[in-house]
Structures are given as structure tokens and as C-alpha cells.
């Protein structure tokens, strides 16, 4: 059940990672609320069919499908001019898309370091660049809303690319609310404990057998792990993401910037 936003109807917002799960939830919560939707990713067959599926329950014009690589400045820039010339404007950008890893640093390779800090941080970066050459251009008082992770906050032993990316994602969003605040952009996070449901990244053999490794369980104990470390006991869904995301995005969050929320059950606490 989507929670009602009514100053976000009639907003364009750009979701990077649209076809996965917590950008689909979020993509969903959004059109729920009359926003059209950008959905930005590389997985072509996800990307389409989730559009459609978009397509049929909110109507046709409100959704559109663009593939892109975030880690490609031509791609990205590209996407947001096709976003403006279907809609006519940028309110929102979600920056979601992210590739992960398990590996000791002094296995990684060049390769590795490239795919995950051109993904996650680099990726922010190129993104946030383009939306705010838009929402500047136009004067628009838009919102960027970052999606990190508990891994931003909380070291994670043989994860440390993707902990520094994702502890940069956040660095990088409370500098933006900083320098973007005089123009009405504000910028938030939100750092989530592990969604497994739906979740491309935990589709991932080598992810799902390195976490089960990391704290000596099976990888059918993965989820009962992480609803019993957490203080509420539970299980964090793509929904519960997409609900904090709705209310960063909405008017009711209007003087909140450079916050990071983490929806994580009660794992890392932020000052
Ligand atoms: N699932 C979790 O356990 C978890 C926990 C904490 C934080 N997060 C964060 O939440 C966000 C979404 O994760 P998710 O669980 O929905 O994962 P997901 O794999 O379901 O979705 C990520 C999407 O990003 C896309 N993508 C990957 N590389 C891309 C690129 N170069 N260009 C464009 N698109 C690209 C993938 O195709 C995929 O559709 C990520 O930023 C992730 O770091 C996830």
C-alpha cells in the first residue's frame, strides 16, 4: 500500500538501477504518486519488461525505459536528455545503481576496483552532475536522493571496495547539501541492511556464498542472520526502502537535507 504524497504528482524523477529491486520499489511508490518515472539501467530485459509492467498499471506516458551504463558519462548524459525530451523536466534523481563484491584487497584486481567505484561513487557523481546541470538550468527546487548502504557506515571485513564507495556516497551527498542548498536541492540518503527479496545482487553465487562464509552460516540461514542481528528482529523489504525514499522525496520532507536514514531494522545508528 503506497502512503499518499499529493505535492509529488505531476514531478519527473530519473532512478538509476530502475530495473532492480529497491529502484523498482521505489519507481513503483513514485508512479503511485503521479510522478512519471525514468527508469536508467544496464539489464535490457529487465528494464523492459519492468517499464511495461509500469506502463500497464499506471498508463503508458509514464514511464520510460532508457539502458544506460552509469560508469559511461556519454550514456548518462544521454539519459537524462532523453528523460527531458519525453517529459519536459527533472524534479528527482534516485542515484540506486550498484554492483558489489566479496574479495580480500589483496585479491583484487584493476578490473575490480574499476567496476566497483565507477559503478557506485563514480557513478553518483556522473549522475548528480547531470541533474543539477538540469534542475540549475531550469530553476527547479529538485531533490537528489542517494541510495548507500549500512556497509557506508559499518565496515565489512572482504568488502572494502564497495564500503568505500558506498561510505564515499555518502560523504559526496552531505557535500552536495552543503554546496545545493542555496539553489533549493536538497540531497538525502539512505543507507539500507541487506534486502535480499528480489535483489539482482544477491543473485550472485559468489556474493551469497562469500556472506555465508563471512559470518559461518549456510546460505539458507542468510535471511534469519539478518533479521536476528538487528534490534527490531526483521527483515528489511525493497518496500521499507521505498517508503523512507517517498517521504525524503516529498514536500513533508522540505527542510531536511544531508540526512542519512538507515533502514536497517536498527543496526547502524547515525549520529
Ligand atoms: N540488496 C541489498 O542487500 C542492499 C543493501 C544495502 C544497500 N543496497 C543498495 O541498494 C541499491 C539497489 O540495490 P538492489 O538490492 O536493488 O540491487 P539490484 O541488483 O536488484 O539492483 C541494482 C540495479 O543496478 C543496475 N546496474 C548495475 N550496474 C549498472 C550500471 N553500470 N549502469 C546502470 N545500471 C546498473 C543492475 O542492472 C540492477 O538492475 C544499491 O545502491 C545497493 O548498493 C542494497
Do not use: H
Amino acid at each position: 500500500m503506497t502512503i499518499e504524497y499529493a505535492d509529488l504528482s505531476g514531478q519527473v524523477a530519473l532512478i538509476t538501477g530502475g530495473a532492480g529491486a529497491i529502484g523498482r520499489a521505489i519507481s513503483r511508490g513514485l508512479a503511485g504518486n503521479g510522478v512519471k518515472v525514468v527508469l536508467v539501467d544496464i539489464d535490457e530485459p529487465r528494464l523492459e519488461s519492468y517499464s511495461i509492467e509500469l506502463g500497464e498499471e499506471f498508463g503508458p506516458r509514464s514511464t520510460l525505459a532508457v539502458k544506460a551504463d552509469v560508469r559511461d558519462s556519454e550514456q548518462v548524459r544521454e539519459a537524462f536528455a532523453a528523460a527531458l525530451r519525453e517529459f519536459g523536466r527533472l524534479d528527482i534523481l534516485v542515484n540506486n545503481a550498484a554492483a558489489t563484491q566479496i574479495k580480500p584487497i589483496d585479491l583484487l584486481s584493476d578490473a575490480d576496483i574499476d567496476l566497483i567505484l565507477d559503478t557506485n561513487l563514480k557513478g553518483y557523481v556522473r549522475c548528480a552532475r547531470e541533474a543539477v546541470r538540469v534542475m540549475k538550468a531550469a530553476g527547479t527546487k529538485g531533490s537528489l536522493l542517494f541510495i548507500s548502504s549500512k556497509n557506508g557506515l559499518v565496515g565489512a571485513s572482504d568488502k572494502s571496495l564497495y564500503c568505500a564507495a558506498k561510505g564515499g556516497e555518502l560523504t559526496l551527498a552531505r557535500a552536495l547539501a552543503m554546496e545545493l542548498g542555496e539553489f533549493g536541492i536538497r540531497v538525502n540518503t539512505i543507507c539500507p541492511d541487506a534486502v535480499l527479496e528480489g535483489s539482482g545482487l544477491w543473485e550472485d553465487d559468489d556474493y551469497r556464498q562469500g556472506t555465508a562464509k563471512r559470518y559461518n552460516i549456510s546460505e539458507a540461514e542468510i535471511p534469519d542472520y539478518y533479521r536476528d542481528r538487528c534490534a527490531l528482529k526483521t527483515n528489511i523489504r525493497p518496500e521499507d526502502v521505498a517508503n523512507a525514499a517517498l517521504f525524503l522525496l516529498s514536500g513533508q520532507a522540505s527542510k531536511i537535507t544531508g540526512a542519512i536514514i538507515p533502514v536497517d531494522g536498527g543496526v547502524a545508528f547515525v549520529r
